[in-house]
């Protein structure tokens, strides 16, 4: 099969389309063909080493988790899935490759309503705001969430599963986006490059932080007391967060994750019509060093997807 193989930590060039052999499906999982998959910021940063210290590699390994795709055959034990049915979910071995194995666990049928690029954008995109906003912040119905990063890869699917659940949504965004972010479902958006947010979103009951740093130091002081600031990037200070009477945490998941559970429960509303999928860009795979170019940049609208196989 064909599959995007790094051999060394690099640039986007480092991603090499190469020949590799068909995984073979081991007891409790499934093979599948892939048809696309989505282009996660975790993986080019991965792949510059960024995080060997503490997720290290073993070269050569294909890139990728997000996908969607046919299953082709089953290992042993497993009933839940059989060949020709059209599923998506999260492999642990490399996505960006016509073939891949994942446990059935961390797999779900895929709404026919659902094109294959769409249903690739669920992992890592929708599951993360899901889990950050309902399993780790417990947002309730009537409080005020702000979210960073409104119009990303996760931030697009956290505006609309907060505004769902009933919640008052405070985006940020650049100017370019800041009716795409209005359009998810966000009462108020402020345009992160003209406006410190910290004038406009003051005393809300959670943050959904995708940047780290400094926005996420900036955001500890808008949570009221009694608030939660949940991070995507990096554990909060949490002698800052005594201080100020907010529980911060970095964002968790409970194995399996993404669960079959987690992942038909977000397929249905989007089947629904509840909650939309934006893509940012859809590239073949042998250009996936220009899909991670675009990624780096940090900038965008909704997920950036490698469309594999019709
Ligand atoms: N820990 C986890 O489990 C986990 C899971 C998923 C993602 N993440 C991390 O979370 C981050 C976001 O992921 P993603 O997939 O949503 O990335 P993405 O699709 O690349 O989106 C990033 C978004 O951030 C916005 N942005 C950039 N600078 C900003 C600023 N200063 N203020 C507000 N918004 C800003 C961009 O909007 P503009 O174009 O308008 O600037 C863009 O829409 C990444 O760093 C990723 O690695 C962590």
């Known amino acids: 099969m064909r599959a995007i193989h790094v051999h060394a930590y690099g640039g986007p060039e480092a991603l090499r389309l190469e020949e590799a052999p068909r995984p073979e499906p081991q007891a409790g999982e499934v093979l599948m063909r892939v048809h696309a998959v989505g282009v996660l910021p975790v993986e080019w940063k991965i792949r510059q080493g960024l995080f060997r210290s503490f997720q290290p590699v073993t070269f050569p390994y294909i890139s990728g ?11 042993a034990g497993v009933t839940a899935f059989a060949p020709e049915q059209a599923v998506f979910g999260r492999s642990a071995t490399g996505a960006y490759a016509e073939y891949v194995t994942a446990a059935v666990e961390t797999l779900a049928l895929k709404p026919d309503t659902l094109s294959f690029d769409e249903a690739a954008s669920i ?54 986006n800041l009716e795409f972010v ?12 003209t406006v410190p947010f910290e004038q406009v979103a003051r005393d809300v009951d959670v943050v959904l932080d995708t940047l780290g740093g400094e926005t996420l130091r900036r955001s500890m002081q808008v949570v009221r007391p009694g608030g939660v600031l949940v991070s995507l990037i990096e554990p909060p200070s949490q002698e800052e967060a005594q201080a100020l009477g907010i529980r911060a945490i970095k964002n968790t998941a409970t194995q399996p994750y993404p669960s079959t559970s987690l992942l038909q429960t977000i397929a249905s509303l989007i089947a629904a019509g509840e909650i939309r999928v934006t893509l940012a860009q859809v590239f073949p ?18 997920r950036i997807v490698l469309h594999i196989a019709d």
């Open 182 to 193: 209005r359009s998810l479902g966000a009462e108020t958006v402020i345009d992160y490059t």
């Open 123 to 176: 992992s890592g995109g929708a599951t993360t705001a899901w889990t950050a906003l309902f399993d780790n912040a417990r947002v309730q119905a009537g409080q005020r969430v702000l979210i960073h990063g409104a119009a990303g890869g996760v931030g697009s699917f956290a505006v609309q599963f907060a505004r769902w659940k009933g919640a008052q949504v405070i985006g940020t965004a650049s100017t370019a």
């Open 285 to 302: 795979l042998e250009e996936a060093s220009r899909a991670h170019e675009l990624s780096q940049t940090g900038h965008g609208r909704g």
């Open 65 to 75: 988790s997000a996908f969607a795709g046919v299953v082709k055959s089953v290992g």
